[in-house]
């Protein structure tokens, strides 16, 4: 062979070299991102799990009786509205489930003496009269409502801690998807398909306030 012969084979296995190389590179890209979006789903499955959760404890609080009649029927109405709304994010959705938590935290005081040693007095948005029906007459020393509201209240407690980290978790998530989909060669080449940009999941997950973030 000749010399300009030698030159077109090594220049055609350069090539050939380059265009494998980012065959493998596409592929491998593409792969990625769809683990990605699998994981966002995972995690978009978890957050409404534990909203699920979260809900349907702040409905059995309500319904153990040992709160006061109006406390009780805003932690159901705010549950109750809350369960009948799954599906897919929306702002209506944002709203219910912040709604949910401004309830919560807006009867806090009165969660705050379930299970606490000794009548709590003067604690705002909580009658006297509540206090002593759920205590019993109770004095100094003896916890404060049934073994049941206890338990409900634990139970409503770590699901809405749950629900914080799970929001973190998928919004880490779709932030992991958005800064892949936003490199030029995913763009350019429309590695992502049709599929709609996901958007990160908002609303007010802040109670109960004393938390550990």
């Known amino acids: 062979m000749t010399g300009g012969t030698w030159t077109w084979l090594l220049w055609g296995a350069v090539a050939l070299a380059v265009l494998l190389a980012v065959g493998w590179l596409l592929s491998y890209t593409a792969v990625w991102l769809d683990r990605l979006h699998h994981r966002m789903q995972a995690t978009a499955a978890a957050l409404d799990a534990q909203l ?7 409905l059995e609080l309500a319904l153990t009786g040992d709160l006061d009649p109006a406390t009780s029927t805003l932690l159901a109405g705010a549950a109750s509205e809350a369960l009948a709304m799954p599906g897919p994010w929306s702002p209506d959705r944002a709203r219910t489930e912040s709604g949910l938590t401004e309830v919560l935290r807006a009867v806090d005081p009165a969660l705050a003496v ?12 909580v009658p006297e009269a509540a206090l002593d029906a759920t205590s019993g007459g109770a004095e100094h020393g003896e916890a404060l409502g049934s073994d049941g509201a206890q338990e409900a209240l634990a139970r409503l407690r770590a699901a809405a801690v749950r629900v914080r980290y799970a929001r973190r978790f998928h919004n880490e998530a779709v932030e992991d998807v958005l800064r892949l989909r936003r490199r030029p060669d995913v763009r350019w080449l429309r590695l992502a398909g049709r599929s709609r940009e996901p958007q990160p999941v908002t609303f007010d997950d802040g109670w109960p306030v004393d938390a550990v973030d």
């Open 52 to 58: 699920v959760r979260r809900a349907e404890a702040t």
């Open 114 to 125: 379930i299970g606490q040693d000794g009548v709590v007095r003067g604690v705002p948005g």
